[in-house]
């Protein structure tokens, strides 16, 4: 089984930018379908980021253009580069990893806070 731990979230003003980070243990990233997936206040938990079929990156329509996933196999890390971050993008923010087998996203990492004052 794979570990995710988030990093790097924290307190910006609007425009700011931060970079997160999901470092992997236990298991190769490479074995594994990666997503962001973000709950802000009193909302549900949204998918933000992740692969689709034949390793498409798929954005929601809200972080198009502002948020950029990738992946570093040699340090079995996956990032998300946040710019021109916006208030409503305040949330906890987590990765997720799905088994290849699977149709679920099973592990999860603690989240780490985004927040962002106008």
């Known amino acids: 089984q794979v570990q995710l731990v988030e990093s790097g979230g924290g307190l910006v003003q609007a425009g700011e930018s931060l970079r997160l980070s999901c470092a992997a243990s236990?298991?190769?990233?490479?074995?594994?379908?990666m997503g962001w997936f973000r709950q802000g206040p009193g909302k549900e938990r949204e998918l933000i980021a992740g692969?689709?079929?034949?390793?498409?990156?798929y954005y929601t329509d809200s972080v198009k253009g502002r948020f950029t996933t990738s992946r570093d196999n040699s340090q079995n890390t996956l990032y998300l580069q946040m710019n021109m971050l916006k208030p409503e993008d305040t949330a906890v923010y987590y990765c997720?990893?799905?088994?290849?087998?699977?149709?679920?996203?099973?592990?999860w990492g603690q989240g780490t806070q985004v927040t962002v004052s106008s």
């Open positions: 692969n689709r079929w034949g390793s498409t990156i």
């Open positions: 997720a990893a799905r088994p290849s087998r699977s149709r679920n996203f099973q592990y």
């Open positions: 236990g298991d190769t990233l490479s074995n594994y379908q």
